[in-house]
């Protein structure tokens, strides 16, 4: 593993062509909210939560961690990108100490199939490149939503592993370390 505190130095902005990649800020409540509320994006979570449950237990400024940017266009939060460590205990890994920084993102209904979420996790990754200069990307979708299986491919992502996991059939793919520039 490179610098293990690389994740929480979590630059931003990052500016895309569309988007911004940026740490939560309080305006941003309402979006976290409808996000994990939204029956559509639960579809892909493994449901939805109660709104009047998220009112209560979202913070302030929600998200404010290492490793999560808030996607944005034009002023307004759209979704969400994690870049965490996945936790040992978890299945799917491809180095024997675990650890990989992991991709995970969501994005409220309305922002997708635009492109977004492309957009949005390449410069993520191009970050990662930089921060985490040797190390694979990680990421597992479910095997049903076809979507992020297609943005996985685009991404550079390979499949290493299938299993079961929150009672769904689950991909693992890995997007080796880019070889060094020069």
Known sequence: MTDPAALARTPAPIRTERLVLRRSEARDRAAF?????????GTHIGGARPR???????????????????????????????????AADRPGHVRPDAGEPE????????????????????????WAAVALPAEPVVLCTRTANDRAMRLAAKLGF??????????????????PPLPPAG
């Open 33 to 41: 909210i409808e996000l994990f509320a939204s029956p559509e994006v």
């Open 52 to 86: 009047d449950e998220l009112e209560r237990a979202v913070p302030e400024v929600p998200g404010r961690r290492p490793g999560l940017f808030v996607i944005e266009l034009d002023g307004a939060m759209i979704g969400m990108i994690t870049l965490d460590r996945r």
């Open 103 to 126: 991709l995970g993102y969501l994005l409220l209904p309305h922002a997708w199939g635009h492109g977004y979420a492309a957009e949005a996790c390449a410069a993520a990754l191009d």
């Open 158 to 175: 390979t499949e290493v592993e299938r299993f079961e996991e929150y009672g769904a059939e689950q991909w693992f793919g890995v997007r």
